[in-house]
């Protein structure tokens, strides 16, 4: 069997001093299914043009805005021309880049939280259908083949009916004001305008509230929140506490912060059903405990006895040699290149959609509500 | 120096089949400051007497009822008689045996949640105040030294000033309904005659609450309740949640649940101030976990560098011989002895007391006028 | 049933200032099998006497030697008399005391090592056959349920034939010089007099040779000595490691230091089986990790399902309610009480023995002569 | 700064069903350095050509062996050449393979063990040295941010003095007899022929052995063997466990298994000082314990606060997302990148090169002839 070529990938944002763009690059190599041939590495022109040939760009290639680089490549013959953008600016470009995006016929990749609106959200969900191509959104989270494992264990009944869920997503970086000279990661997203209306609530809380959808399959029937700004002189929520109510009758709390002193990336998922339970840290992602009704409880281990299919077809090594948060990224990218090459009418591998992108908006539309009219919510969804 | 007697110690509750009865005596002999001499240990009176003799007690001082004990010890000549009584009933008959011994002259020590209502717990307090006399509550998860530690830490102000409080009680030994015959304790804790109103609130939720109380010094202003029974038939919650706001600010989860399977009794702290952090968790006790800002995580261990005094204080074995339950159980017997003999007059070493078991109940009812209304509900506070 | 009264109990050694006394005197009070009516409890008569009286003896019973002891205690009626002696000395004084006692027909618990040489443990052993009493070892790690369970699974073949066995025994607190006057453990414990011709091989080796023993049921063959001194000035080892060849072919490691900084009483044991393997660590004691071949990996907890009779025998408090090393401690006192309540004659239940004692000894004298001449040393066995 | 194009990278070894080959493509890919032009995938030329087109090379650059790709690269012009050569075939090729590539002029990354003999290692290191050539050898867990940190803190004095280290390598993956029809890796790794005189000793022992070199500095100056081949038929160790003695005077423990049913990739090391200790397991491998004498124990994370150059030098991501393996190994290829970019002549990043080979393979003749001989043997140094 001969390798296809790699998928020809252009990127929106991401230049120097970004995070997440060097993130979504390594993603994206790791597997071997890209090559990086375009981009608009930043919203200031010399800049992206820098960013441009520090990663290896043509000077042609390095476009200066997103309609700069979507018009660029469209005068490119086919088969040289980007398959696939890859949108990694701050919130409040994803709506606007991505539409352009899907309107030129690019596949699309983009971060979260998908948009500042449902609407936007919405309107992003119907481009994508319209144009017929893959959009999808990088819950990295639900690429860890553990959370992959849980998933299957909900859905072959191992726990039973669901019962409770509890989501946390501690971090502390925030705990302090950070200005944004000092971290352009903590500038923007305490800045409402690039941000969106929340704050950790949408960083890190659009994460918590996709891991429970992605493992439970629970939709959500109504929201209570208490959002809470604890730092003096911050614009958006720093930390969310939400109550959960499930159709069907579940129940579930999500915690995020971002001012617990210490705590790094401590997002943590139980899950509890009336025949068992299981738990996941993602900072020590290669173990899952389950534990079955009166029996000794199990500990699951990535690439280990006992896994299920779901984990193993995105296992890269063998137990013992972890994987970890970039794998479980480029499991994200991998899929999108897989659905790209097999065509998006075929039946699509496992990731995230624009329609989980919607989801998530969703939840903070109901949760931002909730907590200016106070009590329960009702969430739409998709 | 030469040692005091023992004090003597009766019992009301506890006898066979009953668990906690046991604690209470092993916590009452680690070290050596009680001698068990009576008890009405059941209701019914031949098991009274019955486990009166398999507990080494004479047959006459083994009563068939508290009233009968009271009358009994008031009869003998005071070196002889019982000088504090341990109450380990079912949660019902706390307020009226309490009561009892305290117009009698006895000190008493007494199980949570103290009471059923808040008015019960009052005319506890006021009626200790007036018989002058110790009156402990067994909140035992104060007693471990790591615990001190914690609340030495935030008396220090080693956590700046404090934002948010996490306090977790997981249990899953409730997930299943169980009947009285197989399961004495469940059965009376999920019967509202002899529990209370609450369920896993008042069983575990008092402990949680107490712990946050007493680590923190923070006093509650209002909480929002999700009170749940997910097991069919039951009649009282088996799982609550709590949002949890504080005077001055802070606000906080209280999450408690009898339906988690696999979790034991998986009692957890997290405190998390402006200037650090600080996580406990009860079935790893000799482990203290501080974060503070911009320095690595230090893990404080029992008997180990960096201890203050309030925990050694409290600390029988050196680092690495781990102490456990039945120590930090037995911590609060001998702080009670220890007031006894210094006199009720004197400074009162740390242990819980009746005004903290009526706190406990001020929560429990707080929380269950928020689950009726809906919303927001003040708490009273002592 | 009726109670039985408890044990009169005297103790030589173990006053004021001395560490483990109170860890036996804790011990023997716990479950309420003995009580403390006599002592010897210093080689200093004025502290013995002042020791004996802070611990609530009478001045009468606080004899200044442990001659007077015995010879005081045989001149009081039977019924009053002094049942069972608990030697708590420095090591040297374990044979002449222990002696004495067996030939005045006491019962006998004994700390370990239990001689300096393997003759007079022979000699102890003889002893106490003839006169017909209990002789209990403090090897205290053997009380925990989770070795009892560890024990039961190799017993029932779950590991299948052992193969390779390594125990650790990691202490820091003598990885600086430490002077008798600012610790009395440390001054009399790296003194060849008291201690013996073995210093953390003798003190803690001990305790790593009998777990072994006392879960796999496995017998010496032969061992390799790397003993180190690695404090300047020390006289004794303070660091060993042995090679352990068992009968039958298996192997093993047995690593014991007291230099290493920052562990505390890190006692660890794996067992590794053709079918399965074991893992217990003993600041971490209510859990037991058990693998079995192509199998994830199971963690049994102390009171938790999975249980054999074994560890639930030796069990006191649900699942998740830790117990720790004074309940395993107290175990041993208890199983020495119900032998010698239930006669000698009978089935003893399981707890460690002078056998056992003179095994260890055996087991320090062959590293130490396989130190002297290098090279592999068989092993005598009792 | 404009990036530099990848380096032109060709395998040998590494075809379809090898385990390692994948491991090396995805390391070399992650960091985006190298392109893979060419290989020698399979000793089979028609599965070296099916496993080329598979990977995406040209068939003319799929070469049917080492010597084919050398003659043929050798013959294309400078600019498209291959420039680095990855060796990840059987052991018994690595030195073939590596002195053909060196004697044309290539850089060579190879995996471990270097070779059979050191003897053949020696020729290798004279062979790069003349060549002026980049020699990698992907000792990959050197490559891990907190063994970095490990090394620092050692070589600042952090220690103090080491005194004694423990390395652990745990494996189960061979407890049971496994043809090679089942498994590819067991096959050929438990095959002298293919795998030299070393079986659990030559595939992890040496990196044990490499890990204590690269983290301590410390030289070893002699060891004491014991082998064990645990599983009936098998003709090489499963199982070691060596004695160290280093010069100056410090000990260690080397310990490596592959029949610990239950273990995946277990390695663990543990170094202790006169100032203090530290502790870092393979499969936890963000974290770092560091105890330091009279203080409570610190947790260095990957990415958090407290950390030195040198592991922030190899960390891609902030705290709490945690890196892996891959991560780890991708940093060795890296380096090697950088080495080769800044001229053989520049000052080398840190990275294993020949002369870490050449010590394993020393490392592995003297344990061997230490097992033959019974007793302590002296250690050849590069």
Same mark, same amino acid.
């Given at each position: 069997?001969?390798?296809?070529?790699?998928l020809?990938l252009?990127?929106?944002?991401?230049?120097?001093?970004?995070?997440?763009?060097?993130?979504?690059?390594?993603?994206?190599?790791?597997?071997?299914h890209y090559?990086?041939?375009?981009?608009?590495?930043?919203?200031?022109?010399?800049?992206?043009?820098?960013?441009?040939?520090? /990663?290896?760009?043509?000077?042609?290639?390095?476009?200066?805005?997103? @309609?700069?680089?979507?018009?660029?490549?469209?005068?490119?013959?086919?088969?040289?021309?980007?398959q696939v953008v890859s949108?990694?600016?701050?919130?409040?470009?994803?709506?606007?880049?991505a539409?352009?995006c899907l309107?030129?016929g690019f596949h699309v990749i983009c971060?979260?939280?998908? @948009?500042?609106?449902?609407?936007?959200?919405? #309107?992003?969900?119907?481009?994508a259908e319209?144009a017929g191509v893959v959009f999808a959104v990088?819950?990295?989270?639900?690429?860890?083949?553990?959370?992959?494992?849980?998933?299957?264990?909900?859905?072959?009944?191992?726990?039973?009916?669901?019962?409770?869920?509890?989501?946390?997503?501690?971090?502390?970086?925030?705990? @302090?004001?950070?200005?944004?000279?000092?971290?352009?990661?903590?500038?923007?997203?305490?800045?409402?305008?690039?941000?969106?209306?929340?704050?950790?609530?949408?960083?890190?809380?659009?994460?918590?509230?996709?891991?429970?959808?992605?493992?439970?399959?629970?939709?959500?029937?109504?929201?209570?929140?208490?959002?809470?700004?604890?730092?003096? !002189?911050?614009?958006?929520?720093?930390?969310?506490?939400? /109550?959960?109510?499930?159709?069907?009758?579940?129940?579930?709390?999500?915690?995020?912060?971002?001012?617990?002193?210490?705590?790094?990336?401590?997002?943590?998922?139980?899950?509890?059903?009336?025949?068992?339970?299981?738990?996941?840290?993602?900072?020590?992602?290669?173990?899952?405990?389950?534990?079955?009704?009166?029996?000794?409880?199990?500990?699951?281990?990535?690439?280990?006895?006992?896994? !299920?299919?779901?984990?193993?077809?995105?296992?890269? /090594?063998?137990?013992?040699?972890? #994987?970890?948060?970039?794998?479980?990224?480029?499991?994200i990218y991998t899929a999108a290149a897989e659905h790209i090459r097999a065509g998006t009418g075929s #039946?699509p591998p496992?990731y995230p959609t624009v329609v989980?992108?919607?989801?998530?908006?969703?939840?903070?539309?109901?949760?931002?509500?909730?907590?200016?009219? !106070?009590?329960?919510?009702?969430?739409?969804?998709?």
């Amino acid at each position: 069997m001969t390798a296809p070529a790699p998928l020809r990938l252009a990127m929106v944002g991401g230049g120097q001093d970004a995070f997440i763009g060097n993130v979504h690059r390594m993603a994206a190599r790791l597997d071997g299914h890209y090559t990086l041939v375009a981009g608009a590495l930043s919203s200031t022109p010399e800049k992206a043009l820098a960013s441009g040939l520090a /990663l290896g760009l043509s000077p042609e290639r390095s476009y200066p805005s997103y @309609t700069a680089l979507i018009e660029g490549e469209l005068a490119r013959p086919e088969d040289e021309r980007v398959q696939v953008v890859s949108i990694v600016t701050p919130n409040h470009m994803h709506h606007p880049v991505a539409l352009a995006c899907l309107q030129a016929g690019f596949h699309v990749i983009c971060d979260k939280p998908l @948009t500042h609106t449902a609407e936007q959200a919405r #309107e992003l969900a119907r481009a994508a259908e319209q144009a017929g191509v893959v959009f999808a959104v990088t819950y990295n989270y639900s690429g860890y083949p553990l959370v992959r494992q849980a998933r299957e264990l909900v859905q072959q009944g191992e726990l039973g009916e669901i019962r409770k869920v509890i989501v946390e997503y501690h971090q502390g970086w925030l705990a @302090t004001q950070v200005s944004e000279a000092d971290n352009k990661q903590a500038g923007w997203r305490t800045d409402p305008a690039r941000s969106g209306p929340a704050g950790a609530l949408g960083d890190i809380g659009t994460h918590a509230e996709q891991l429970v959808s992605f493992v439970t399959g629970l939709e959500l029937e109504s929201v209570l929140a208490e959002l809470s700004t604890f730092v003096p !002189g911050r614009a958006l929520d720093d930390d969310a506490t939400v /109550l959960l109510r499930f159709q069907g009758g579940a129940k579930g709390i999500l915690t995020v912060s971002q001012i617990e002193i210490g705590r790094e990336n401590d997002l943590r998922l139980s899950v509890f059903g009336t025949l068992g339970s299981l738990h996941w840290q993602q900072e020590n992602p290669n173990v899952l405990l389950l534990d079955r009704l009166d029996q000794p409880r199990v500990q699951l281990t990535r690439g280990g006895p006992g896994l !299920g299919t779901a984990a193993q077809r995105v296992t890269r /090594l063998p137990a013992g040699h972890p #994987e970890a948060f970039l794998e479980a990224f480029a499991t994200i990218y991998t899929a999108a290149a897989e659905h790209i090459r097999a065509g998006t009418g075929s #039946e699509p591998p496992v990731y995230p959609t624009v329609v989980d992108g919607l989801r998530g908006v969703q939840f903070v539309e109901a949760v931002i509500q909730s907590q200016q009219e !106070g009590g329960w919510t009702r969430v739409s969804t998709p």
